[in-house]
């Protein structure tokens, strides 16, 4: 079944965010049908889906997944084929300073969701009930750190959160799997790497040195710089969810990444290499590149295995990081207008809080 190709739709969460916004205007431009729920934190940007205004098959609601008899409603009135769930707190630095909040939407909402798709799925006529899916959108974090020399995680590597955030996606990962091995729920989860690219919300690494550097802020690179992350640009990360909804094993987990292992200071300087190619400054913006106190518990490096998905179901990224970087970096500066908007009391709030107290180290 090409569920992107049929008139029922899925049901998203979190599809104002960054992933989930990349990942519903993939999917309808695709010929998909979606409905969209959404609490619309400050990480959930109703603009980022204006090229759907006014699509019929698309429709945005604001609400909690933690509201079973709002979720209960959505479910019973659209008959989604599938729910697709991207919804959480995702910033491991606020995971850090108010945990809380991690633990209601990724472990509690996760609960709900799962109580009420089981709910609907077993109510469901027999056709439909082995169309339906719950595809659980995950992180490589929850593995824990790697060493230097060690092999990248796979998908059997023991689960060894450290970060709040970390921890409540593995509890999250926890629940989908105990709700397919003792309900049946046709589930899958992907665990995926860090993601980067249009959309994403300036707090996370990429977007917060492409705007620092813009208006000649210094760059904060947490500790020594030489912690590792393996990137994959987000429409792979969509184009991979989407494999897996078509093709993935029930019950089954699939690391997603990109190949593409770099420390944060090659990062940051490959950053600041492309800006001072497209929109050059007095001086090199490496100059603004500063040193900053460390984050508590920093894991040190992320590497995916992304042999299962690559040979099981024949999906691997399209775009190398040097591409999608530039890419990035040029969707920034053509989206002056998004930037703006973005740079809410929320957004300021959060700049001074997490790093007023980092300076120097
Ligand atoms: P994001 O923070 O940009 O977006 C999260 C979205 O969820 C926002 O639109 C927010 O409004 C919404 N939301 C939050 N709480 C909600 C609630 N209680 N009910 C309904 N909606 C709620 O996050 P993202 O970077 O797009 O990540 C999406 C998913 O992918 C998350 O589950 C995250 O764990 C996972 N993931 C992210 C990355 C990454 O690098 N960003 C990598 C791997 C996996
Ligand atoms: P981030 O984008 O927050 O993603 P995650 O913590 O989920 O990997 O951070 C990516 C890496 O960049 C991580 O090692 C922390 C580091 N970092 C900085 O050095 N400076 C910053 O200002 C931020 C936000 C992150």
Redesign the pocket.
Known sequence: MNRSATNEPVLVTGGAGFIGSNFVLQWVRAGGAAINLDLETYAGNPANLNELNGNPRHLLIRGDICDAMLVRSLLAQHQPCAVIHFAAES???RSIVSPGEFIRTNVQGTFTLLEEAKAYWQALGESRRDQFRFLHVSTD?VYGSLAPDDPAFTETTPYAPNSPYAASKAASDHLVRAYFHTYGLPALTTNCS?NYGPLQFP???IP?VILHALEGKPL???GDGA?V?DWLFVGDHCSAIRTVLEHGRLGETYNIGGNSERK?IEVVRAICALLDELQPAASKHEELITFVKD?PG?DRRYAINAEKIRSELGWQPSVSFEQGLRQTVEWYLANQAWVENIRTGAYREWIQRNYEKREGK
């Open positions: 910033h491991v630095d974090e860090n707090e996370k690494l917060l904060p690179v947490y912690n992350r944060n984050r920093h």
